[in-house]
């Protein structure tokens, strides 16, 4: 008979938790900045930008709340080194995820 430990007993709970607690924290940072007015950001990424410069960028004209998570989100979504350049216009209070298909997509001067 095999004896079990009070973690092994309770492993499923422990990975519940776990799963649960990602995804608070990857909510947490993807959630849109919130909206002022349905304002609208014009922003232009120019040819040969990183992700991590689009992230920054972004970051610092108010359009997202981390740019590790652009980061993250374009990587986890293959779509890193996808993004293209040109003229975009995004509300303030966009999902990250958004941003992201936007950009790799290429739907300048788009408001969603």
Known sequence: MQQYTWFTARWSTWMVLAIFSFCVFFYGFTIPVPATNGEIVVIEVKQGMTSDQIARMLYS???????????????WKGLGSSLQAGE???????????????????ETNYLQ
């Open 61 to 75: 004209r108010g359009l997202i709340s981390s740019p590790g998570m652009f980061q993250l989100v374009a990587k």
């Open 88 to 106: 975009y216009a995004i509300h303030r209070g966009a999902f990250v995820t958004r941003i992201v298909d936007m950009m790799a997509k290429g």
